[in-house]
Structures are given as structure tokens and as C-alpha cells.
């Protein structure tokens, strides 16, 4: 059957596509085409070669690593769409979510909808001085529908930061309710686990058109 | 798809079955509603392979009784006539669930929960108490405690103190396995979104041990209604727990 829509899977940091491959199944259920692509510097285009122990580095090269994919799904994102014929969907895990929050507070990006999992527009790494997050960029989002899950003791990304994100966006929302929406679950750290998946898919495919 | 009204042990019902059906949802209506309507707002259930059954509440639907008014304004008649509902629909709902698991078309489904408001409710209450042990469970704009009673309410009512003072969330060792999740509007005027976090709150130690299987979503800018998105994560969560 042919999909109906192209769902952009992006992973996390220190991670790679398999991660969120993994858990493709119930978004090729609902009826999407997954994509997962791999971010800059990672996996077979090189890992950056960064100990864990050394904390600033880490945070600069996550920080350097999102730019350089921002700018680069900036531009294939519309060239994926176009191949495929198919709309935009978004879906995120952790550096995977902050960046797709990047792509649609910028508009370089409009998915009909999105679910992402395990970040907000919150990173949990040092912001250079001067920019602005996301959420300074409210006004963009709206009428997107956007569900985040979060695990409630992710030690990783505390489930706080994602409170402080729909905060920071619901008065954007306030015309459109019902399509911002935070799904916690109990006990979940940071991680992308079956129920995350099944939720996320079930709420993209509710904005589909068909559905 | 078979849509029937039918009558199971004197309690008028609808019976929704889509082909090849792979679960049974329970599905109840709150306070002053009907069979009808959660029966309208199953298509998302439906469309993911889960058969509902709409009942009406006692004093509600078919079953009405004009004494009894469900309007919020009446506040005491409104109060008690709830809790006589829900006492009523806990006593009635297991024999209920046994005699709809004999049905041909229902036979062998695995038993899936959803409660909206009063209905909600009455799950916690029939989960609390071992009463029904569904596969999974869906509460929406609900929680664990029941509705504020008057000051006077208990008073002129000692029979529902017992009631008042151990509401479900005091039971929380008996909702285990059971996956469930609560969905909310973040601006529910009737049962307040801290209602619902204080149960979730509440249950979290029992489920310590059960990874992912104790959820709460939370819509923002949404009162005390079911939107379709709303019931659209309602079927995946039960959907997701019925295989």
C-alpha cells in the first residue's frame, strides 16, 4: 500500500538512525514511510571521537552538530518531500526533538504534524551567549499539532524542561486547543520505548487528512 | 461493521463490532450523558480494530428516572444522583462484562477499559476493588477521587463517608498490572487537572516496577471535553495493550 505520508525519524545524540528504526513499526503501521537519517558526525560520518568525561567539549559539539543539521534537513527536507510526493511528518528523539523544535521555530520547516520524544525546545546542554531558544519563537508553531512524550525520571532531560516548553508555547496555542499536548509516562527514563512509539504514531495519523 | 442495540441483563446497550475485531472496549459515559453518546465518539476505537459497548449508566439513558436531574445547577440532586449511579453501575458492570464475554461476536476479546468523567470513575472504583480486571485502561478528563461534596453533603449521607474517606487512589496496590493512562484538558473547570496529577501521583509507587504502564496526557487549552485527538491517543494506548 502507499504510504501516506514521509515521516522524518530524527535520533539522538551519540546515537544513530537504528535507535529510532527500531521502533519504526507502528508508524509504518499507521501508514508512513519512516526516514531516519544520520546526524552530522555521527555514525559512518565520523562520531567526533568525544569522551563522555569531558563535559564542555560534549556540550559544543552537540551544540555545533545541531546547527550543521538544521542547515543541512533545511534544505533536503523539501527535496525528500518532493521525490516522494507525500507530506511532512516529524518525529524526534532527545537531539533528534530539539532539532526538529529548531527546524519549525525557524519555518525552515512545516510538518502537518509532530511527536517528539525525550527533549522540548529546552536543551539540556549550555546555550551560547545570545541565542535565542525555540520557545522565544512561539508564534511559529501554531497550528501545528505537537505532542511531546517524556519519560517522568529521564535523567538524561529532566521532564521539567519539557513542562517548561508547552508552557512557554501554550499561549500560542490558545486558539487551537487540543493540538499541543504532553504525554508523561510514569517511571520511563530517557529512552524510546514501545508505548512512546505507539503513541506518537497514533497521534501523527490522527492529523492526517484521511484520517 | 455490526451496530446493534441490544439489552444484556436489563441494561440497554450498544454493541459496535468492526471486522476482525481483537478487543473489547467497555466504554462509559459520564454524568448526565448516554449510550449515544460515546457510541459517536468511538471511531477512533473502531478504526484500530476494538469492538465498544456503550451502556447506559443506571438513572441515565433508557434507564432515566425524572427525580433524578444530572444538571450541575442542581448541585445536591446532581451529587447524589451521581454517586448513586456509581454505586449502582460498580455493583452491575462484572456480571455485566461476564455475560458480554459469552456473546459470539465478543467471545475470546480481551476486556479493554474507558471511562469518561463519572465513567472514568467508576473504573477506578472497579479496578480499586478487584471488582474487573481489565487488559488496560483509559481515563479520560477523570481521576481517583470523587467529586468535592458539599459541606453538608456527608452529614445528611453517613452511609457514603465510608466512600469519601478511601476513594480508589487509596487502593493503589490493586491497579497493577494494569496499564493505564489518564488523558485531561489543562483547563477542566469540573474535574480539576490537579485532581488527576494527584492520582497518577498517588498510584506511582505501585507501579514503580512497571515501566511505561502509568501515563498521564494533558491537553492544553482543553475543558472538560473529548476532543478527537483526545480519544484518538485514548485507542492507541488500549490498542497498543490489547496485543
Do not use: C
Not at chain 2, 12 to 21: D, I, K, N, Q, T
Request: aromatic letters at 8%; a negative charge; proline letters at 10%.
Amino acid at each position: 500500500m502507499k504510504p501516506k505520508g514521509l515521516l522524518v525519524f530524527l535520533h539522538g545524540y551519540g546515537s544513530d538512525p537504528d535507535y529510532v528504526l527500531a521502533q519504526a513499526g507502528p508508524f509504518e503501521a499507521a501508514g508512513f514511510e519512516v526516514l531516519a537519517p544520520e546526524a552530522p558526525d555521527h555514525g559512518s560520518r565520523g562520531d567526533g571521537g568525544l569522551s563522555p568525561d569531558d563535559w564542555e567539549a560534549l556540550a559544543r559539539h552537540a551544540t555545533a552538530t545541531v546547527a550543521a543539521w538544521v542547515e543541512e534537513l533545511a534544505a533536503a527536507l523539501p527535496r525528500w518531500q518532493a521525490e516522494r510526493g507525500l507530506p511532512l511528518y516529524a518525529a524526534g528523539f532527545s537531539m533528534g526533538a530539539y532539532v526538529w523544535h529548531e527546524l519549525i521555530s525557524r519555518r525552515l520547516a512545516r510538518p502537518a504534524a509532530a511527536a517528539l520524544i525525550g527533549m522540548g525546545a529546552i536543551p539540556n546542554v549550555p546555550v551560547p551567549e545570545g541565542v535565542e531558544l525555540p520557545t522565544f519563537r512561539a508564534s511559529a508553531y501554531p497550528p501545528l499539532p505537537l505532542l511531546q512524550i517524556h519519560g517522568r525520571v529521564d535523567p538524561v532531560v529532566p521532564l521539567a524542561s519539557v513542562e517548561r516548553t508547552l508552557a512557554a508555547l501554550a499561549p500560542a496555542y490558545s486558539e487551537y486547543p487540543g493540538r499541543l499536548a504532553l504525554l508523561a509516562l510514569e517511571n520511563a527514563g530517557h529512552e524510546l520505548t514501545p508505548e512512546m512509539a505507539a503513541m506518537a504514531a497514533a497521534w501523527l495519523a490522527r492529523w492526517r487528512p484521511d484520517a | 461493521m455490526l451496530r446493534e442495540r441490544r439489552v444484556v441483563r436489563e441494561i440497554p446497550l450498544l454493541l459496535m463490532v468492526p471486522e476482525g475485531a481483537r478487543g473489547l472496549v467497555l466504554f462509559l459515559h459520564g454524568a448526565g450523558g448516554g449510550k449515544e453518546r460515546t457510541a459517536r465518539l468511538a471511531g477512533p476505537f473502531h478504526a484500530l480494530g476494538l469492538a465498544t459497548v456503550h451502556p447506559d449508566a443506571p438513572l441515565h439513558g433508557e434507564r432515566a428516572v425524572a427525580k433524578w436531574k444530572f444538571d450541575p445547577k442542581q448541585r445536591a440532586n446532581y451529587l447524589e444522583g451521581v454517586v448513586l449511579t456509581i454505586a449502582a453501575q460498580v455493583a452491575e458492570l462484572p456480571a455485566l462484562a461476564h455475560e458480554l464475554a459469552r456473546l459470539p461476536e465478543l467471545a475470546g476479546l480481551p476486556l479493554l477499559a474507558a471511562g469518561a468523567s463519572m465513567g472514568g470513575y467508576v473504573w477506578h472504583e472497579l479496578i480499586s476493588r478487584r471488582l474487573l480486571r481489565p487488559q488496560a485502561a483509559a481515563v479520560l478528563i477523570s481521576s481517583g477521587f470523587p467529586l468535592d461534596a458539599p459541606h453538608d453533603f456527608l452529614k445528611r449521607h453517613p452511609d457514603l463517608v465510608a466512600a469519601y474517606e478511601n476513594p480508589p487512589v487509596t487502593r493503589a496496590h490493586a491497579y497493577p498490572p494494569t496499564p493505564l493512562l489518564h488523558l485531561h484538558g489543562d483547563r477542566d473547570p469540573v474535574v480539576p487537572l490537579e485532581r488527576m496529577q494527584q492520582t497518577v501521583a498517588a498510584l506511582e509507587p505501585a507501579y514503580r516496577e512497571r515501566d511505561g504502564r502509568l501515563a498521564q496526557a494533558v491537553f492544553a487549552g482543553v475543558g472538560h471535553e473529548l476532543p478527537a485527538t483526545m480519544l484518538a491517543q485514548a485507542a492507541a494506548w488500549l490498542s497498543h495493550w490489547s496485543g
